[in-house]
């Protein structure tokens, strides 16, 4: 796998969770969301984009996608996350 690619590939779907209102994030909570896209390099990537409390029920909300190849790297995906304030603030920007 790319990982390169694959991070990139991540972060693009990750993004556009980002848009989103702390509101509209919070169904992730009991159902995250599960795609499988083709990268530019025509590797077919799963990504799951999840979300848990970071700390307190009804505090700070932790954003997060994986994302692996089907190979070795599905027992250990690639990772990124964001953490978004009920205010709609992003923590640590």
């Known amino acids: ?19 989103l209102t702390y509101a509209e994030l ?9 795609l499988e896209v083709v990268g530019p390099g025509g590797t077919t990537y799963q990504i799951e984009i ?6 307190e029920p009804g505090g700070d909300l932790r ?14 995906p690639l990772t990124s996350d964001f953490i978004i304030c009920p205010d709609g603030t992003f923590v640590g920007e």
């Open 1 to 19: 796998m790319n990982r390169g690619e694959a991070l990139a590939v991540l972060e693009q779907h990750l993004g556009r969770y980002r848009s």
């Open 26 to 34: 919070l169904p992730l909570l009991n159902e995250g969301v599960t």
């Open 50 to 55: 999840e979300a848990v409390w970071d700390g």
């Open 63 to 76: 954003v997060f996608g994986m994302i692996d190849d089907g190979g070795w790297r599905a027992f250990a």
